[in-house]
């Protein structure tokens, strides 16, 4: 249980009850129809964030057809109980980015790759939860960025996971042809 759901009694929430909250009041996600509030990230998580989000961004205007997120985009994971999560930087062919505002506005199932930075608050095992959550849901990739050893775990369907030090080379796979750059690159 994170700090956020042992001060905030969880309540149970839809999608669209979720788009009703002011998201710079009320930050959150739901999880199998439960409202769970979550805190700001530190500064240090903020720029791994920006720099991997460059990243994909570099790729994207070099590549046709992607679209890239960053700051906790709401993704419609599941319904009924709902799931919505927001991924710390996403990217999905730009056929499927949507347009709308409120729950409208948000992915419908899961981004081609989410990435989530592993700070302060959730355990490793609650984001383990999320990257699963994501494949289960349709992600082609997912990368947990782990600031303190400087390294990324990438998990990939059915059931891969791979570690990649700083000294090493991610490369973006059948998921992203042609996307590469050192782990460290993420830590700039």
Partial sequence: MTTAERTHPSQRMTFEEAAALDPDEQPGEIVDGEW????????????????????????ARQHDGWSVSVGDPGVKLKRNPDTLRGPDVAIVRSEREPQGKGAEGWLDGAPDLAVEVLGDSPSYSEMTKKALEYLAA??????????????????????????????????????????????AEMFE
């Avoid at 769970?36 to 790729?59: D, E, M």
Wanted: hydrophobic share 45%; proline share 9%; charged share 20%.
């Fill in 138 to 183: 349709g992600a082609r990739m997912v990368w947990l960025v782990d600031a303190e050893p400087r390294r990324v775990v990438i998990y990939t369907p059915p059931a891969h996971v791979k570690i990649l030090g700083p000294d090493e080379v991610l490369d973006g796979g059948d998921v992203l042809p042609g996307f590469s750059c050192k782990v």
């Fill in 36 to 59: 769970v509030p979550v805190t700001n990230s530190t500064w240090r998580h903020g720029k791994i964030c920006s720099a991997i989000s460059f990243l994909l961004q570099l790729y």
